[in-house]
């Protein structure tokens, strides 16, 4: 497609319960963020990927996020044991260029909205 | 690291009429300001951008404006209309489009017709 696409748009999870959130970048793209959104927030960083290597997690909550993306272009964002402070929006964004590349736009998905009960 | 933070919270102005939303910045290493539009259950749209090595740049209706010795950035939009409506977001980086951003928490502006 030509723009970075997320699925699923919205998911209830019940308390405890695993979800897993895609990223389809768009075609070509080297940088691949995540981001979390909390309402009335802005978005804050949760993971870095150039191509396929996780060069940072530090934003990562919790030892219960995990994101991993194995052949450099889709990404999937785990979230075990799911709690009641995760409910945010999740925010997939791509750009052309690595770290050391030119100048780029960030492009956003339109996000995964994650209501856990 | 870096902490940004965007005043006032939020914004109401009569259509036609200019916008000026400011952000202040912590972190002096921070070269790459980009300035983000987000309409309701949307995605962040980029509406332009700034590095450090410039104090202006302009886009039609829409300019920013960065000062480094204050370590403060601001958009400013003329002509306003009611489609400027939306959450507006500042953020800031220390590595370029490409490294991670750090975003303020956003303004909504209201342009009254």
């Known amino acids: 497609g030509a723009g970075v696409s997320q699925s699923p748009r919205y998911k209830v999870a019940k308390r405890g319960q695993d979800v897993a959130l895609r990223c389809d970048p768009i075609?070509?793209?080297?940088?691949l963020f995540w981001y979390q959104q909390a309402l009335g927030q802005g978005p804050e960083f949760l993971t870095y990927?150039?191509?396929?290597?996780?060069?940072?997690k530090s934003g990562l909550p919790s030892d219960r996020f995990f994101a991993e993306r194995p052949e450099g272009s889709v990404s999937t964002l785990k979230i075990q044991r799911t709690q009641q402070e995760d409910s945010a929006v999740y925010l997939c964004?791509?750009?052309?260029?690595?770290?050391?590349?030119?100048?780029?736009?960030?492009?956003f998905g339109e996000g995964s909205r994650l209501t856990v009960l | 690291g870096e902490n940004v933070e965007q005043h006032p919270s939020t914004l109401s102005v009569q259509e036609g009429d200019s916008a000026v939303i400011k952000c202040t910045y912590s972190d002096s290493a921070s070269n790459y300001f980009p300035w983000y539009k987000q309409e309701l259950g949307k995605r962040p749209q980029l509406i332009i951008d700034?590095?450090?090595?410039?104090g202006e740049k302009k886009d039609q209706r829409i300019a920013v404006t960065l000062n480094k010795t204050a370590k403060h950035f601001s958009l400013h939009i003329t002509e306003t209309q009611p489609e400027d409506s939306a959450v507006y977001f500042c953020a800031a980086s220390i590595s370029g489009a490409n490294s991670k951003l750090t975003f303020g928490k956003g303004i909504t502006l209201s342009v009254r017709p």
């Open positions: 075609s070509g793209h080297v940088s």
């Open positions: 964004a791509s750009s052309l260029f690595g770290l050391a590349g030119g100048t780029g736009e960030l492009f």
């Open positions: 990927f150039q191509n396929e290597a996780q060069l940072d």
């Open positions: 700034i590095r450090s090595n410039v």
